[in-house]
T-cell receptor, first 113, second 114 residues
Framework: QKEVEQNSGPLSVPEGAIASLNCTYSDRVSQSFFWYRQYSGKSPELIMSIYSNGDKEDGRFTAQLNKASQYVSLLIRDSQPSDSATYLCAVNPMKTSYDKVIFGPGTSLSVIP | DADVTQTPRNRITKTGKRIMLECSQTKGHDRMYWYRQDPGLGLRLIYYSFDVKDINKGEISDGYSVSRQAQAKFSLSLESAIPNQTALYFC?????????????FGEGSRLTVL
């Protein structure tokens, strides 16, 4: 089992709809969770961090964390064509003596005008 | 100008050649990282450094070496490049004492080994 899993997509949604991106992780003691957006040919950019169970909202973005289910999601409301990108989920297991962030393979999102 | 700058941005080389990828940053961060990205595999950590005297191997360090020349400079070397090192390489930084995982990435260096 991979440590951080995401559906590779592509996920296609119409403009104005809600896009739901999902991520599961294998290490139950993980403490920190991150969502990065990566446009084609560009570098990843941090868009959300979440550390506690529940929802965290930032503009059109909502991150949801459920540690019991080992599940973190990203909702994008009122999706825009400019949201078309690959979204990377990242988890910090903090189980070893050094800091390490594990990235999922990413989900490709396409917002159709 | 970018806060985290990588050079070269693109490089094509041949098997067995020595290659150096350079990273410099103006963010004032102590922590620096080298990742490689392959399709379907996500980002994988090669090496990381928490200060000039601290260098640590990541999950895929074999075939790579690094040098932290200064707080702002972190270089990645491939001593003898091989085709399966063809990938997109990213340098990243983070704040000392800040949440690990809040990374600031450079623009990337695309390396092709023939």
């Amino acid at each position: 089992q991979k440590e951080v899993e995401q559906n590779s997509g592509p996920l296609s949604v119409p403009e104005g709809a809600i896009a739901s991106l999902n991520c599961t992780y294998s290490d139950r003691v993980s403490q920190s969770f991150f969502w990065y957006r990566q446009y084609s040919g560009k570098s990843p950019e941090l868009i959300m961090s979440i550390y506690s169970n529940g929802d965290k909202e930032d503009g059109r973005f909502t991150a949801q964390l459920n540690k019991a289910s080992q599940y973190v999601s990203l909702l994008i409301r009122d999706s825009q064509p400019s949201d078309s990108a690959t979204y990377l989920c990242a988890v910090n297991p903090m189980k070893t003596s050094y800091d390490k962030v594990i990235f999922g393979p990413g989900t490709s999102l396409s917002v159709i005008p | 100008d970018a806060d985290v700058t990588q050079t070269p941005r693109n490089r094509i080389t041949k098997t067995g050649k020595r290659i150096m990828l350079e990273c410099s940053q103006t963010k004032g961060h102590d922590r620096m990282y080298w990742y490689r990205q392959d399709p379907g595999l996500g980002l994988r950590l090669i090496y990381y450094s928490f200060d000039v005297k601290d260098i640590n191997k990541g999950e895929i360090s074999d075939g790579y070496s690094v040098s932290r020349q200064a707080q702002a400079k972190f270089s990645l070397s491939l001593e003898s490049a091989i085709p399966n090192q063809t990938a997109l390489y990213f340098c990243a930084t983070s704040v000392q004492g800040g949440p690990t995982g809040e990374l600031f990435f450079g623009e990337g260096s695309r390396l092709t080994v023939l």
